[in-house]
C-alpha cells in the first residue's frame, strides 16, 4: 500500500467538518452520553471517509433526505431547539460535491440512538 494524498481546497474541508461537529456538539448536548467521534479512514484506494458520529437523539432513517435541504431541520424537539437555521448540511453537502466527493447520512447507527454523517473525497497515489 503505497502513500495516499489527498488534494482538496482546506477551506472547504474545514467548513464541512466544522459543521459536522458543530452540529454533533448541538444533539450530543443534551444526551446521557455526550461523546463525539471523528474518524478518518481510508474507504477503498480511492477514497478517504471522514465520519462524525454523536450519541443524541438520532434521526429517523425517512427524514434524511429532507436534512440536506436548505432550511431544513429534524423533526425532533432537540432540533426544533437547537440553535441554527437548517443551512449547514446543505451547504456541507453542496462543498463536498464541489470537492469531488459526497456527503451521506451514516447508515449503522441504531434507530433514535444518534447520529452518523460520512464524508468521502477522492484521494490519489
Do not use: W
Not at 24 to 31: E, I, S
Not at 56 to 80: H, V, W
Request: glycine share 8%.
Amino acid at each position: 500500500a503505497g502513500q495516499r494524498t489527498l488534494h482538496t481546497d482546506p477551506t472547504a474541508l474545514e467548513q464541512i467538518l466544522f459543521n459536522l461537529v458543530d452540529n454533533a456538539c448541538k444533539y450530543a448536548a443534551r444526551a446521557e452520553d455526550r461523546r463525539i467521534h471523528l474518524r478518518v479512514e481510508t474507504a477503498s484506494d480511492r477514497e478517504l471517509n471522514f465520519r462524525v458520529i454523536d450519541y443524541g437523539p438520532g434521526i429517523a432513517r425517512d427524514q434524511a433526505k429532507r436534512l440536506f435541504r436548505p432550511f431544513s431541520k429534524s423533526d425532533q424537539e432537540a432540533a426544533r431547539t437547537a440553535p441554527g437555521v437548517g443551512l449547514g448540511l446543505a451547504l456541507s453537502r453542496r462543498l463536498a460535491r464541489i470537492l469531488g466527493g459526497r456527503l451521506e447520512m451514516g447508515s449503522d447507527r441504531p434507530s433514535g440512538v444518534g447520529a452518523e454523517f460520512v464524508l468521502s473525497l477522492p484521494i490519489s497515489h
